[in-house]
């Protein structure tokens, strides 16, 4: 190999390097029921198995504050859920909620900014919300919020969510001078049936900095537990891309 070549290679690590997961900890529910363990890594058990111990419930983490301060700045939040002893009544839309919020200088969960989905199924339709300034609600309540998209399930009859892996990404990126563009998905791990797939791109965002992951299991979903893997942030800095860019530009024109 060319010592040109190996240098590529060194930059392109640098720059992936640059968007290394971080493991988000330090669990907590505002729930008095719903039980949680292993709230230190990043794997949170949520809900004791017991009948029904995970429904009607949230779950949340902080996060070191990353700022999307310049156009190519990102932060995506990825990880999986397993439904336990689940058996979803209605629709099986908005069941599961999960997106990344900025606790906006609050003590308790009430009016964060941030943005949330909730998921689509088989006969409704999956929802990418934005938390409004000024609202006095919880982080995944849809009241106080502004309703950005909504995209109509094209699944089969009667797919919902079932006892099952589910691998999810919510990804935040500054994509103009005064513009994010939200990107969501839900994938269904046995055959990447995606039940969160939406995305949109705000002009009028209302924070560019985040802080807080939150997810909700909401009461019709009747799960005992929900089992919580790798959720991790990636932040991704522009200015660290375009420097290992230039990097690559150089070594091209000495070749």
């Known amino acids: 190999m060319k010592p040109s070549t190996l240098a590529l290679g060194f930059t392109l690590s640098l720059i992936a390097s640059n968007a290394d997961a971080a493991a988000v900890t330090g669990w907590a529910t505002i ?36 700022t999307l301060a310049a156009v190519g700045d990102a932060v995506t939040l990825t990880g999986s859920a397993t439904l336990v002893g689940a058996s979803v009544s209605g629709t099986g839309g908005g069941f599961f909620r999960f997106g990344l919020f900025d606790v906006n200088g609050k003590s308790d969960t009430n009016g964060w ?27 995944t309540s849809s009241t106080g919020t502004t309703t950005l998209v909504s995209t109509a399930s094209a699944m089969g009859t009667g797919v919902v969510l079932t006892n099952t892996q589910y691998d999810f990404t919510f990804n935040i990126a500054r994509t103009a001078s005064t513009a994010v563009t939200i990107t969501s998905s839900l994938k269904r791990h046995s055959d990447n049936l995606d039940f969160g797939n939406l995305t949109f791109t705000d002009t009028t ?19 005992d537990q929900i089992q919580m893997s790798n959720v991790a942030v990636v932040p991704e800095s522009s200015a660290c891309l375009l420097g290992g860019l230039g990097v690559l530009a150089l070594l091209r024109r000495r070749r």
């Open 205 to 223: 965002p209302q924070t560019y900095t985040f802080n807080r992951v939150g997810f909700q299991n909401t009461t019709d979903t009747n799960a």
């Open 113 to 139: 900014l941030g943005y949330l989905a909730y998921n689509t199924g088989s006969a409704s339709s999956g929802t990418l919300y934005e938390r409004t300034s000024g609202n006095t609600a919880g982080f």
């Open 31 to 66: 729930s008095t029921t719903a039980t949680l363990s292993n709230t230190s890594t990043a794997s949170p058990t949520w809900g004791s198995g017991a009948t029904d111990n995970a429904k009607a419930s949230n779950l949340y983490a902080s996060f070191p504050t990353i």
